[in-house]
């Protein structure tokens, strides 16, 4: 019997998803840089049980297993390579909320519940689950951990490392580890937890979850802010949050050219202040208190804000909150509208940022004059898109042209100011050559040491992440 017909038999004929029309929404990539690349089949188990199935036999045939959640991911980490003899193994069939324990602030979720479902199981129970952004509705919690996404509040809660107790892992060799234990506290020997997290689905697949959970949000300030400089800007956030009795949780930078795309191009987007600023800053205190008064502290604290802060806006209700939340949350979509860009996800200090992001911005105009600066997202946590739009007078192709080249000058500038050319969204099949390029020698042995360790037929999501040795 062929390796797909004693996979149908095992897991059941609705596991088995054979090349044709159906397929296609798995082979779709976000930015058409890896999309339509052909597999043998999608696998879709309904359990622990059978993932671990899919996998030993997909070990004992040699064939490669590239596991799939949302789809959501932007380095192409969900698709084959090309010429992969390959599986796509989809986790969107383990898709139970296995256990929420409100007393022990914890949940335990199957890895294909989509990050929304883990919010909303939280919220039953008056308990928060963090981890929040854009995707939420369609990535799934098994992605998220093997991306260690962060998000909007990973200020305040950390990213979803920071957020995880325990793991149900299926290793190489088809074995599962039972590591879903909702300890605060275990030092009974590795964290192995922590190798699985943020390895995109190299080293094992992620069948659960034990998550934190915290107190519920009841009572929220949101303002937007105009600055004259990103200086200021990180001036002012270090200002609120030192005096916001710690209740800053999310902090985002928008430049003006972002914001004016998101005006142009997204729904529902409107000037937010009556002057135009270089920079805006939008910002969010949340409280678990009935009456923490947060409106007051923070009209209390933007009063007495340092030099180089304009005017700002604290939001009237939810819906001017929203308002706001529209223009961060519309610039990715509004750039398309401007043509071509070139994305960086990068990280440096916070304090460095804005020296950064001036080195960088020169560098790249002095390469590719006219290209529009995009620069926004989460500033707090030293964590920006410096995303290039095209020059208005370039073609979208001519521009695209010059991914590799631009994008070598915005890491290289990355890495003298000790920051990350992949901040949140990964590594995948877009960056391996940059970990080569980039990473400490030493760093590049002890990932590929780790890679053949766990996975010593390189059949989990191979040539991902790790770049081979030698290149
Ligand atoms: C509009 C938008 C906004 C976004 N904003 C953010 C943001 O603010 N912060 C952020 O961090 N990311 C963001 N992302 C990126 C993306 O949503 C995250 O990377 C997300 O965590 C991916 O989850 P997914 O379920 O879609 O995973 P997929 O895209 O399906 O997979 C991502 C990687 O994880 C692997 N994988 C998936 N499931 C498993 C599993 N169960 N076990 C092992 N490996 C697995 C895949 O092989 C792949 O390598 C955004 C994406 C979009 C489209």
């Known amino acids: 019997m062929d390796f797909l017909d004693a ?12 090349p044709g029309e159906p397929m296609a929404s798995y082979l779709t990539e976000r930015r058409g840089l890896f999309a339509d690349r052909p597999v043998l089949a999608v696998v879709r188990p309904a359990d622990s049980a059978g993932v671990a199935a899919a996998v030993r036999s997909s070990a004992e045939h040699g064939i490669a297993v590239i596991p799939q959640g949302g789809n959501t991911g932007l380095c192409g980490g969900a698709a084959a390579g090309t010429g992969d003899r390959a599986i796509i193994l989809s986790l969107e069939r383990l898709n139970r909320i296995r256990a929420v324990d409100a007393d022990n602030f914890s949940v335990t979720a199957e890895a294909g519940c989509r990050l929304s479902a883990v919010q909303a199981a939280a919220a039953a129970v008056d308990r928060l689950f963090p981890l929040s952004y854009a995707a939420e509705g369609e ?38 580890w039972n590591g879903l234990r909702a300890l605060r506290k275990d ?11 943020g390895a995109e689905g190299t ?35 270090g200002m609120l949050r030192a005096e ?41 205190l949340t409280s678990s208190a009935r009456e923490a008064g947060l409106g007051r502290r923070l009209e209390r604290a933007l009063s007495a804000a340092p030099a180089g802060t304009g005017d700002y806006r604290i939001a009237d209700d939810a819906d001017e909150a929203a308002a706001f939340w529209r223009l961060r949350n519309g610039i990715p979509a509004a750039q398309k509208g401007a043509g071509a860009s070139i994305k960086n996800d990068i990280s440096v200090p916070v304090a460095d940022m804005p020296a950064f992001m001036d080195a960088a911005a020169r560098i790249v105009r002095a390469a590719c004059p006219g290209v529009r600066v995009c620069a926004f997202g989460h500033i707090g946590d030293g964590n920006i898109h410096f995303n290039l739009t095209r020059p208005e007078t370039m073609t979208d192709a001519d521009f695209l042209a010059e991914w590799d080249p631009l994008t070598a000058k915005v890491h290289d500038t990355v890495m003298a100011y000790n920051g990350s050319f992949a901040a949140e969204h990964g590594v995948g099949q877009l960056k391996p050559g940059e970990v080569s390029r980039l990473k400490d020698p030493v760093e590049q042995d002890l990932m590929r040491r780790l890679k053949s360790a766990l996975d010593p037929t390189n059949h989990l999501n191979p040539n991902k992440v790790v770049p081979p040795a030698g290149d």
């Open 7 to 18: 996979l149908r038999q095992q897991l059941g004929p609705d596991a088995i998803i054979p």
């Open 139 to 176: 990535c799934q919690i098994g992605g998220n951990l093997a991306t260690n996404a962060g998000g909007m509040n990973v200020l305040r809660y950390g990213n979803a490392r920071d957020l995880t107790l325990g793991l149900e892992v299926v290793l190489a060799d088809g074995r599962i």
């Open 187 to 197: 030092n009974s020997g590795y964290d192995l937890k922590d190798l699985f997290i």
């Open 203 to 237: 080293l094992g697949i992620i069948t659960a979850a034990t998550l934190k959970l915290f107190p519920a949000v009841r009572e929220r300030a949101t303002a937007i802010v105009g600055l004259e400089s990103a200086e200021s800007a990180v001036a002012l956030f």
């Open 244 to 284: 916001s009795g710690d209740s800053v949780t999310s902090c985002e930078l928008m430049g003006r050219q972002p914001l004016a795309f998101a005006i142009d191009y997204a729904d529902g987007c409107a000037e937010p202040l009556p002057a135009r600023y270089p920079w805006y800053l939008l910002i969010e």
